[in-house]
């Protein structure tokens, strides 16, 4: 079982840049495809990133290519996820969750393990 815990949420200008991070536990966290979501008020849970067990492959919704970057340390069981040039609208609670199989989806419900999220708001 892996335990979530993101931390790094906060008030931003837009163009300001903020990082997350997500620590994880359990000693098989290495082995955990990761993803990053967020949950606007009134809107449904999206995908924001994702990255494979080992780092190799890493994945983007369109909205933040460019902008976004998901990075993992195993040896920390922690993964990242910096955001440069944010605009109002990605504000939202910044979910990271993990994948036991490995890959890291786009998929929502292919992640088993969620943390408890942080608010991240950008204002105008």
């Known amino acids: 079982q892996v335990q979530l815990v993101e931390s790094g949420g906060g008030l931003v200008q837009a163009g300001g840049s903020l990082g997350l991070s997500c620590a994880g536990s359990g000693r098989s966290f290495s082995n955990y495809g990761m993803g990053w979501f967020r949950q606007a008020p009134g809107k449904e849970r999206e995908f924001v990133a994702a990255?494979?067990?080992?780092?190799?492959?890493?994945d983007y919704e369109d909205a933040v290519k460019g902008r976004f970057t998901i990075s993992r340390d195993n040896a920390k069981n922690a993964v990242y996820l910096h955001m440069n040039s944010l605009k109002p609208e990605d504000t939202a609670v910044y979910y990271c969750?993990?994948?036991?199989?490995?890959?890291?989806?786009?998929?929502?419900?292919?992640?088993?393990?969620w943390g408890q999220g942080t608010q991240v708001t950008v204002s105008s």
């Open positions: 969750a993990a994948d036991y199989r490995g890959y890291g989806t786009k998929i929502l419900g292919n992640y088993d393990y």
């Open positions: 990255i494979s067990w080992i780092g190799g492959w890493t």
